[in-house]
C-alpha cells in the first residue's frame, strides 16, 4: 500500500513512523527519513511551497512506482507539507519498507533525490529583506542524476 500525501498540515514524525510499521511480519528493513525546513543562520523566516493538485502527487506516485519495481519495495509512504513552514518544522517525511536493509536504503535515498530536486513544487524562501523563489542546490541535481545511470554494467539487477 504506497501513500503519497500532501499536506498544509503539520505532522509528526514518529507517529507516522510507528503506524508504517504496524503489522510488517514479513518485511525485513523500514526506512524512514524526515527532512527539516532550516533557519539558514536565521535568514529564512519560514519557507513556502506550492503544488499543482493532482498533478503533483501523480509525478511522486510515479517514481514511487519506479522506486517499487527498481528496488523490490513493499509499501512507501511519503507525506510532504505544502504552504508556509517555519525553520525546524518537518517538511518531508519518507518511509520505505522492503525484505532487506539495501532496498530499503537505496529506495528512500532515490525518492528523497526525486522530491529534492526533480519533483512539480515551486519554492519561495521568506527573509526580512523579502522573498525569493528558490531552486533546487547543484549538489541536488548531482546526487538525482547517479540515479539515471546504468547499473551492473547497463543492465539494472533491482
Known amino acids: 500500500m504506497t501513500t503519497v500525501?500532501?499536506?498544509?498540515?503539520?505532522?509528526?514524525?514518529?507517529?507516522?513512523?510507528?503506524a508504517f510499521c504496524e503489522g510488517r511480519s514479513?518485511?525485513?528493513?523500514?526506512?524512514?527519513?524526515?527532512?527539516?525546513?532550516?533557519?539558514?543562520?536565521?535568514?529564512?523566516?519560514?519557507?513556502?511551497?506550492?503544488?499543482?493538485?493532482?498533478?503533483?502527487?501523480?509525478?511522486?506516485s510515479e517514481q514511487v512506482g519506479a522506486a517499487a519495481q527498481r528496488f523490490g519495495l513493499q509499501d512507501v509512504l511519503i507525506?510532504?507539507?505544502?504552504?508556509?513552514?517555519?525553520?525546524?518544522?518537518?517538511?518531508?517525511?519518507?518511509?520505505?519498507?522492503?525484505?532487506?536493509?539495501?532496498?530499503?536504503?537505496?529506495?528512500?535515498?532515490?525518492?528523497?533525490?526525486?522530491?529534492?530536486?526533480?519533483a512539480p513544487f515551486w519554492k519561495k524562501s521568506h527573509e526580512a529583506d523579502g522573498a525569493r523563489w528558490i531552486e533546487p542546490a547543484a549538489q541536488d541535481y548531482v546526487d538525482a542524476a547517479r540515479w539515471d545511470a546504468p547499473r551492473n554494467g547497463g543492465k539494472d539487477a533491482s
Do not use: Q, W
Open 5 to 18: 500525501r500532501l499536506s498544509c498540515e503539520a505532522f509528526e514524525p514518529g507517529g507516522l513512523l510507528t
Open 26 to 60: 514479513e518485511t525485513g528493513a523500514v526506512v524512514s527519513f524526515t527532512g527539516l525546513a532550516r533557519a539558514e543562520k536565521g535568514v529564512v523566516t519560514d519557507l513556502e511551497l506550492d503544488a499543482y493538485p493532482g498533478f503533483t502527487e501523480a509525478a511522486i
Open 79 to 118: 507525506v510532504h507539507r505544502i504552504g508556509k513552514v517555519g525553520p525546524g518544522e518537518p517538511i518531508v517525511f519518507v518511509a520505505t519498507a522492503s525484505a532487506h536493509r539495501r532496498a530499503a536504503f537505496e529506495g528512500a535515498d532515490f525518492l528523497m533525490d526525486y522530491l529534492k530536486s526533480r
